[in-house]
């Protein structure tokens, strides 16, 4: 009798301890990573980068399985992941890491990473914009929240709301920028070598070219942790530009060109 | 004491997250502006500039050196807590707008790394 009590009373310690559960899971699954990183790849591929990447195939398999946004913190065992992985978290970690950083890097990038974060804003939403235009859409709100959300998957609701979108429009907008932030997640360490992010200069460049504070965080723990805090703090500052200059500057352009 | 350290990175954390707030309220739009870059800012300030009044010891550190040190296992929960299928199952149009933009914003880096003075190792 008391046999069949174990799991349950155990599965209630779990979701009653959710962040401590995520732990212990995290934890393995980190371990788990490293391991595969030096047996498999003999460290080619960053142990964080592995990690990160289970991650992002588990929250694949959690989202089809529970049918919820949260991916795998969507099953109640695992609910504290999506605290640990919460922005609450993720920001304070990032704030850490800027920790014994360069000072001096950050000084001399001043200016050009204030122009990468606004290049990366007009460029991100000039693409989705293109491709939006190429899909069939015809009307300049469509389009510049599509493009919004090419630039970061806040940007493009707070654009598709301030301009009055369809909700499928602005879903897609959503949709658009998860793509890019799971993308540059998974891309940035296959791609960094050849574009030379291997310095804070670059590393801050960076962070104002992508945007995607979470793309970003995770891109470059995988990369090389050292460089986070300057593409973090570019990264920041991205959202924000987005969300003044989309729906202003940027829409009126659009409609411009397109009416 | 290790909470020193721990209260100083949390202060710093809302000081930034405020600032931003009231910023992005300052010029209109509905979002936080910066709030994590300035808190990244304050903490190097605290912590570099003001050393001879403010100076840190050790044990201090370690309560800000713990929570960088978790930094990757907090982005993998992140990673493992996205919304993925929404991404992956939206159709082409999402698809295509998010690799597009990757991509243009990858090329650009090399570009925009020659501007300014980072040519100190180009080696």
Known sequence: MEGRMIPESLADVLTKNGLITAFVFVGVLVWLSYLLSERLTRGHIHGSAIAITIG????????????????IADFSLL????????????????????????????????????????IGVVLSFAVGAVVAIAFGYTDAISISTIGA????????????????????VIA???????????????????????IGLNNPH????????????SGVAGGLAATDPKLVPYGAMTATFYTGVGCLLAPSVLYLIVRAIVE | MVIYGVALLSFCMLTGVFVGDLLGDLIGVQANVGGVGIAML??????????HKLKLNPITETGIGFWSAMYIPIVVAMAAKQNVIAAVS???LAIVAGVAAVAASFAMIPVLARFGDGGQDDS
């Open chain 1, 56 to 71: 992002l195939v588990l929250a694949y398999v959690g989202g089809s399985v529970t049918g919820g946004n949260q991916g």
């Open chain 1, 79 to 118: 609910a504290g992941v999506g605290i640990m992985g919460g922005a609450m978290f993720r920001d304070f970690a990032i704030v850490a890491t800027a920790f014994g950083a360069d000072v001096d890097a950050l000084k001399r990038a001043g200016f050009v990473g204030a122009m990468s974060i606004l």
């Open chain 1, 149 to 168: 959300g090419a630039a970061t998957y806040i940007v493009g609701p707070v654009t598709g709301t301030a301009l009055g979108a369809e909700s499928g």
């Open chain 1, 172 to 194: 897609l907008s959503v949709a658009a920028g998860l793509t890019k932030s799971v993308l540059v997640m998974i891309g940035t360490p296959l791609i960094a070598p050849r």
């Open chain 1, 202 to 213: 670059s590393a801050l460049i960076y962070g104002g070219l992508m945007g995607t504070t």
């Open chain 2, 42 to 51: 304050l903490l190097i300030f605290l912590s570099n500039f003001s050393s």
């Open chain 2, 90 to 92: 939206s159709g082409w």
